[in-house]
Each structure stands twice: as structure tokens, then as C-alpha cells.
């Protein structure tokens, strides 16, 4: 087979996380009674006059700064005309059209930064994010009244984030997925729960025979709603497209689909073109004409985004690069972590308690992350008083193993069992005097030069202290002893 090289776009849609939908105050509520939430606008009935939603304005313009989008003061709604039978009304409102006079979304040309693993750093353009209404739901089963339709969706408020044709490959594609997801996270404009469908993926893939001949003819692959599916389609995709090259055959521009069982993609249509939706100017509203100054006050509140919170946890808290990383990735844990570490008196060694011992808890627990019991400050004290003495390291992983199964304080757990860390060298020494007794052939030999037998003695007397003598006072002992 050729070597090719592909040329890879997303279009992400995301739900915006309003209280109510795009252009009626019906709630957001999708996972309820079926249609629960409805009302004439999102149902489309003749006369019903849809009005914006002016938080799912403010997301999107917030996302749109998050995502170094210029963002149009001006932007325009328009129709777009095709029959579904979860679309009641026939036509959707949204802000894209084909033709340039109709082409104002309110965020347009952006970009985002991703790293690679080997450290790279890439930019990715963003074309433009436009809003639009989401259609209802179809629900089949078996029963005998057949399909079932449930409108609570329709009219819910989404964001579309379209992506330049920048990137190289599916990794590069799964990372840019995987950053515009966080930001959605940090910004707060989505859920972005892909269990829940609250964020979508789309792929559009061509390849080319080298790095600067022009673009191939794309396939766009829809709902790819995991990070494994967008890498293992893509892939997919570009072999099927190999293969039909290297055979002297042409790529059909196309929709299709992934399967994940046979690891294939197939066509599901024609690719349609933006003339078939006969868009217009959506006639039911004006444009949507922003305030410079909403857009600053949007500007000056913008949360913190995942690239400066990793730099500031690594010149704060004086965590590693790879920690910082791993604490920044998900935004509940970012949040978790950055409260902890304020009281933590040594945040480098809180960051390994949350990396190594918190989050290894977590994926056994159902629920997740948001499930945990251990409170922010709980941790921070259990490392505090690690690095105070009062217990030690050894200790410390039983009362962490408590406050995670039961979510109580370390304090409470330590005088309850009675944990405090010996530090009284007198008794220390009694029961080190004690194993040495016991073991005088042994400690003979280690006397003798034969080091390795330490750890035994120290596991004895750690034993026979029931874990709380202080290790280092263990160890000096032992060696002066040695010496007598
Ligand atoms: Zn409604």
C-alpha cells in the first residue's frame, strides 16, 4: 500500500448547559417523561415567533473567547429546510447558509493549542461556532404501536465548533476532541457528557499522497461519541480510502458511518450540499445585534482555562510537568486538587497522593470522580500531618483507605484507632532492644557487615510497634546499636 497523508476536520456539537431552550422558555430537561417540556414555538406551530436565548448567547460568545474566536456584533439566524420526523416544524434555525451573505455566525475565525506526546506543540485552527436548535428524539422499540417520538429535545440550545481541515492525524484529532471538551468543562457552557450526548463528534477525512499536494476528496463520519471511535474510524477510514486509490478508483464524497464491532465505516448518503437545504434568512427573527461592551464584561470573567491553570499548578505548587497534566485534565479533579492544595503545606507530595492514591480509588468506585467521599481539606490535613510527624507515610495509606471508604476527617480517624506516630526514642528503642533479642544470631550478622538484614529488623520492629514508630528513628537506632 501508498503512503498517504490525511487531512482531518471536526465539527463538534456541543448542548449548551441553559436552564431553558434557544428560542422558548420550556426547561431543558431531555431524560424525563416524554414530551414533558414542550410548547407552540419548539413544536413549530403556524404563528408561534421564536425569541433568543440570552444565556445561550453569553455561552456561546464565552466559548467563542475561550476558543480565540473573533466574535461578530452583527451575526445573523437563518433557515435551513429538510423533513425529519423528530424535526416537527421542517426546517431549523441556525446561523450557517452557504452563501457568504448569509454566513454571519456569531463566532468566527479562532484557535486552539494542542501537545503532542512528544511534546509538540500544534495549532489548530477554528473556522467558526455557530448556534442552532436541536432536533426531538425517535424512540423504536418493539411494541406494537411501533416508533415513538418525544419533542423534549427539540429546540434545546447548541453550539456547533467547526475546525480548519488543520489537522494530521487521528491522535491529533482525538487530542483536539479531547481539548475542546475541556474547555467546555472549564468555561461551563456544556455538560459535556458524551453518555449523555451532551457533546457530539463528526470527523471529515481526506488523504493526499504528500504533505503539500492539494486536499483528496472527504468522507464525513458522524457521531463519533468516544475518543477510541474517532481514532479507530479515522484510522478506518484512511485505509479504506488507501485502498481505493492504490486501485486506480476515486474517493466518493459521502456521509458515513463508523461500526465499532466490524471496525468499518460505511456510507450512509450522498454527501448533500449546503443548495439542497434551501437556506434563507430566517424570517421570524432579526439579527442578533450584540453589545461590545456584553462582550468585554464576558471577556473579563472568563474562567481559567486548562493551559494556565497546568502552568500556574506548576509555578505555584511546585508539582511536575506530567502531574500538572494529570490535574488539569479534568476539570472536577483540577477544581478538587486546587482547593487542597491552598492549605497543604507540601502540595508536591499532596499531588502524589491525589494521582497515585486518590484517582487509582476512583476507577473502581461507581459514580466517578463526583462520587468521592474525601473532602479537599481532609487531604491536605492527612499530608500535613504526615509532614508534622504526628504519623507516618505507612500509617497514613490505612487512614487514607478510611477516610476514603467512610469520608471522615484524618484527625478523627487517627485518635479513634489510636494511630499517633511513636516518636518517643526510649520506647523506640525498647522495642528495637526486644527484636534484637529475639533475633541475636541474625543481628550478629548483620553487625557483621550484612546490610541487607536491616530491612528485616526494621519490618520487626515496625511490626511489633503495630506500624506507628517513626521509621528514621527505627533505622538510627538500629545503626547505633550495630556500632556498640
Ligand atoms: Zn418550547
Redesign the pocket.
Known amino acids: 500500500m501508498s503512503k498517504y497523508f490525511p487531512v482531518i476536520g471536526l465539527e463538534i456539537h456541543c448542548q449548551l448547559a441553559t436552564r431553558t ?1 434557544m428560542f ?3 426547561e431543558v430537561e431531555v431524560n424525563t417523561e416524554p414530551n414533558k ?3 407552540p ?2 413544536l413549530g406551530f403556524p404563528g408561534a415567533m421564536p425569541v433568543p436565548n440570552k444565556k445561550a448567547v453569553e455561552y456561546a460568545i464565552r466559548l467563542g473567547l475561550a476558543l480565540n474566536c473573533k466574535i461578530d456584533l452583527n451575526a445573523m439566524w437563518t433557515r435551513k429546510n429538510y423533513f425529519y420526523p423528530d424535526l416537527p416544524k421542517g426546517y431549523q434555525i441556525t446561523q450557517t447558509g452557504g452563501l457568504p451573505i448569509y454566513d454571519h455566525p456569531i463566532c468566527g475565525k479562532g484557535w486552539l493549542d494542542i501537545t503532542l506526546s512528544d511534546g509538540t506543540v500544534r495549532r489548530i485552527g477554528i473556522t467558526r461556532i455557530h448556534m442552532e436548535e436541536d432536533a426531538g428524539k425517535l424512540i423504536h422499540d418493539m411494541s406494537p404501536t411501533g416508533s415513538h417520538f418525544d419533542a423534549n429535545r427539540c ?1 434545546t440550545p447548541l453550539c456547533e465548533i467547526v475546525t480548519e481541515p488543520d489537522i494530521r492525524s487521528p491522535e491529533e484529532a482525538v487530542l483536539t476532541f479531547k481539548k475542546i471538551k475541556q474547555i467546555l468543562e472549564y468555561t461551563g457552557v456544556s455538560h459535556a457528557n458524551m453518555e449523555n450526548g451532551n457533546i457530539r463528534c463528526d470527523g471529515n477525512i481526506s488523504i493526499r499522497p504528500s504533505e503539500d499536494a492539494p486536499f483528496g476528496t472527504r468522507a464525513e463520519i458522524k457521531n463519533l461519541n468516544s475518543f477510541t471511535n474517532l481514532e479507530k474510524a479515522l484510522t478506518a477510514e484512511m485505509l479504506l480510502q488507501s485502498v481505493t486509490l492504490d486501485a486506480g478508483h476515486e474517493v466518493v464524497q459521502c456521509t458515513k458511518r463508523y461500526d465499532p464491532n466490524a471496525d468499518k465505516t460505511t456510507m450512509i448518503r450522498s454527501k448533500e450540499d449546503a443548495p439542497d437545504y434551501k437556506y434563507f434568512p430566517e424570517p421570524d427573527m432579526v439579527r442578533l445585534v450584540t453589545d461590545p461592551a456584553f462582550v468585554e464584561e464576558i471577556r473579563r470573567t472568563l474562567p481559567e482555562l486548562p493551559d494556565a491553570r497546568r502552568a500556574r499548578f506548576i509555578k505555584d505548587y511546585g508539582v511536575t510537568e506530567y502531574d500538572a497534566q494529570v490535574l488539569s485534565d479534568e476539570h472536577n479533579v483540577s477544581e478538587w486538587f486546587d482547593q487542597a492544595a491552598k492549605t497543604c503545606k507540601n502540595p508536591k507530595m499532596l499531588a502524589n497522593w491525589v494521582i497515585s492514591e486518590l484517582l487509582r480509588g476512583v476507577k473502581e468506585l461507581e459514580g466517578g470522580f463526583d462520587a468521592i467521599k474525601v473532602q479537599p481539606e481532609h487531604l491536605s490535613r492527612l499530608v500535613n500531618i504526615i509532614e508534622d510527624g504526628t504519623i507516618n507515610g505507612k500509617i497514613a495509606k490505612q487512614v487514607f483507605a478510611d477516610m476514603f471508604a467512610t469520608g471522615k476527617d484524618p484527625d478523627a480517624i487517627v485518635k479513634e484507632k489510636g494511630l499517633v506516630q511513636i516518636t518517643d526514642s526510649g520506647a523506640i528503642e525498647k522495642v528495637v532492644r526486644d527484636v534484637v533479642a529475639k533475633n541475636a544470631g541474625q543481628f550478629a550478622e548483620f553487625k557483621g557487615g550484612k546490610v541487607a538484614l536491616k530491612g528485616f529488623f526494621v519490618g520487626q520492629v515496625m511490626k511489633n510497634s503495630g506500624g506507628k514508630a517513626n521509621p528514621k528513628m527505627v533505622n538510627d537506632i538500629l545503626d547505633r546499636l550495630a556500632k556498640e
Open positions: 431552550k422558548c422558555g420550556c417540556h414542550v410548547c414555538v419548539c429546540g
